[in-house]
């Protein structure tokens, strides 16, 4: 699955721009344009988020809604898990093995965990540059 960055649009409200996931601080870790490959979806809080390989080469999580879909086959090896989060955490996740399986590992990539973003680095292999639609 890829997509490509579209923010700003008229989609993106107040609500997609608050909490943990975007600030105005990351605002520049994702270029408009640009085609990011997906890692992993989550529903947290609502909100439906992606995982991609930012311009710091980590993993990090943005709103759906700042994105366009340029390819949207799902790879045939994600997994999708519910998890217990209620209304206001994480409801559910799909993406590589680990992520779905192993409940920690998705507080891992937040948290910078060394085994977390070494597990996520073999699965998403060498980095490359997000392609310039």
Same mark, same amino acid.
């Given at each position: 699955?890829?997509? !490509?960055? $579209?923010?700003?649009? +008229?989609? =993106?409200?107040?609500?997609?721009?608050?909490?943990?996931?975007?600030?105005?601080?990351?605002? +520049?870790l994702?270029? =408009?344009?640009?085609?990011y490959?997906?890692?992993?979806?989550?529903s947290?809080?609502?909100?439906? &988020? $992606?995982l991609? !390989?930012?311009?710091?080469?980590?993993?990090?999580?943005?709103?759906?809604?700042?994105?366009?879909?340029?390819?949207?086959?799902?790879?045939?090896?994600?997994?999708f898990?519910? !998890?217990?989060?209620?209304? !206001?955490?994480?409801?559910? =996740?799909?993406?590589?093995?680990?992520?779905?399986?192993? =409940?920690?590992?998705?507080?891992? &990539?937040?948290?910078?965990?060394?085994?977390? &973003?070494?597990?996520?680095?073999?699965?998403?292999?060498?980095?490359?540059?997000?392609?310039?639609?």
């Amino acid at each position: 699955m890829k997509l !490509r960055c $579209v923010y700003p649009n +008229d989609r =993106v409200g107040p609500r997609a721009l608050s909490g943990n996931f975007y600030t105005q601080e990351n605002e +520049d870790l994702i270029r =408009v344009g640009h085609v990011y490959r997906i890692f992993g979806m989550a529903s947290y809080g609502g909100d439906l &988020l $992606v995982l991609v !390989r930012d311009s710091t080469q980590k993993p990090n999580w943005y709103p759906v809604q700042l994105f366009d879909v340029v390819d949207d086959s799902i790879p045939a090896d994600w997994r999708f898990g519910l !998890r217990d989060g209620g209304e !206001r955490g994480l409801q559910a =996740v799909w993406g590589y093995s680990t992520l779905v399986q192993d =409940v920690n590992h998705y507080g891992g &990539l937040i948290e910078r965990e060394p085994e977390a &973003l070494e597990t996520f680095y073999q699965e998403a292999g060498p980095y490359h540059e997000p392609d310039p639609y």
